[in-house]
Each structure stands twice: as C-alpha cells, then as structure tokens.
C-alpha cells in the first residue's frame, strides 16, 4: 500500500521562569510505503505484520519567536528529508460475523536533519543566529480498530 501523509507539530516551550515563552511549528510531508501480511489461525482469528516505510519531504520549522518578544521575528527554516518506519504486529478477531477486532501494539522511529543556519532579528536588527539540530522520535502506541469485512 502507498499514500501521501502530512505531519503538523506545535510545540510550546518556555514554561519555566527562566525561559522566553515562545513556540515551534514543525510540518513535513511523508509517502509511506508499506506491506501487510497476516495468517490464518483459525476461523476467528487471523495474525499480522504491517512494515512502512516513511519518506518524508517538505520538512520545515519556524519558530515563533515574538510569542515572547513582539520584537523578535519569527524564522523558519528546511529539516531536509528523511526516512522513517512503523511495524505493528497486530491480532484480528472476529467478534461477531463480519465484524472484527484488531488490536496491535506499534512502534515508530522518525528523524529531521539539522537546519540551515537562520538570522534572528530584533527590533529589524541581526542579534544573532541559530539553527534546529538534527534529532530521532521514537513512539510507541496501541492501535484497536473495528470494522466491518464485506
């Protein structure tokens, strides 16, 4: 199977006292790629494996600088592309005819490149420069689907 994705992000930061309050925004575009293959243990119960692989594109931050300082601009900046993946192993039960119950735990790694440098500005000056480093997520979550087979 295949598609097209989008991942938005808003993260707050900021807090603690010692922090300007302020925010990121992070987006990316992804197609993910992947193949479910389940077997049969009996008539009510099928397992399965579904592996995906995430190219990501499009990728950007801006971060919001003048939530804490109207002064300050607000940067944005590319995070490149990178590829990430899930796997989820996954049991299907047949609860009732034609309805069935899937429940599997998943796991996934993404993954931004570092930015390029960016001008930070205050008040229409350059006060400095910065840039997003590059980082890896690792989630882990419980998916419970039901649905109807026809």
Known sequence: YSGIGYRY??????SREDIMPMS??????YV???????WKVSRKI???LDNTLKLMFKGNIKVNLSEGD????????????????R?????????????????????????IQQS????????????GYGYEPSSRTHQFGLDIYLGRRF
């Open 9 to 14: 992000w808003l993260r707050g930061l900021g």
């Open 24 to 29: 990121e925004e992070y987006s990316w575009y």
């Open 32 to 38: 993910p790629v992947g193949i479910r293959i389940a």
């Open 46 to 48: 099928e397992l399965s």
């Open 70 to 85: 109207p002064y300050y601009n607000d940067p944005s900046a590319s995070l490149g592309s990178r590829t990430g993946w």
């Open 87 to 111: 796997i989820m192993p996954g049991v299907n039960f047949e609860v009732y005819p034609k309805l069935h119950l899937l429940i599997g735990p998943w796991y996934e790694y993404s993954a």
């Open 116 to 127: 390029p440098v960016f001008a930070i500005t205050y008040a229409g000056k350059l006060w």
